[in-house]
């Protein structure tokens, strides 16, 4: 593999493997990739290097982008869920963190802590019980391309499984605040709670984030941690950024 050699603060060194984030970071505020910075990464991926998009967002909401950068097929990578399923971008699941029925009820039992909805994402779907659904939970399907599901809550059946679970309100980031503060300290002992932004809170199984994710993909590659540099603004990215031998943007 050919290595493209990145130089930051003087320093020159080979990556291997770039994650980057989606919404804040890869895309702009009209949900688009700036010309220049396709351009580069698509150089990246003419070059050899694994181009990885690691995002809260399933696999149907990378693929458009994933085209744009020419990152196809089965020996190309997406992170999605905020680390919770490893993908190839053909669609072969390599790596999926799941939570059930039990964590299922734990979702109703928070949602009941402030006023907000709440869906449970799967690679096929997303599925909630609410009926008045917030503008924020149907941007989130819009933007994924997915389906979202409305269901009573005994339709659900006990072996139900889920990857992510997301927890918005149809009055705004004050309820979402109100739920943060609100959960209790076994919540956050038993799952991965992160605050992606002001309207949104994500949870996932313990230990599923995107930095755990990038170290198994990586080894699974045979690619060195040092030879990964990472790009993420949000909550969710915390986890790559708090691994000191990931490379960052900031050197």
Known sequence: ??????????????????????????????????????RMLRVAVQNGIKVVLAT????????NFAKQLGIEGDD????????????????RVLMSQELNYQ???????????????VHFETTKYFITTD????????????????????RDRKEIPKDFT????????????????KLWNSFPDWAFQTYDIVRSFDSI???????????NALMDLASRLKIAQKDVMIFGDQGNDLSMFSNPDFMSSDG
């Open 131 to 150: 009926r008045d659904l917030s503008v924020q939970m149907q941007i989130n399907a819009a933007l994924t391309d997915n389906i979202m599901k409305v």
């Open 201 to 211: 809170i994500e949870l996932n199984a313990l230990g599923a984030s995107k930095g």
């Open 56 to 63: 809260g967002r399933p696999l149907s909401g990378v693929l």
């Open 76 to 91: 190309q990578y997406a992170i999605v869920f905020n680390g919770a399923v490893i993908q190839t971008i053909s669609g």
């Open 1 to 38: 593999m050919l290595d493209v050699i990145f130089k930051i603060r003087g320093v020159k060194m080979a990556i291997k493997l770039i994650a980057v984030d989606l919404d804040g970071t890869l895309l702009s505020s009209n949900n688009t990739i700036l010309p220049e910075t396709q």
């Open 162 to 177: 889920f990857n992510k679970v997301g927890f918005t309100s149809t009055e705004g980031a004050d309820q979402v605040e």
């Open 103 to 117: 964590d299922f009820n734990n979702m109703l039992r928070f949602q009941r802590l402030s006023h907000v909805n």
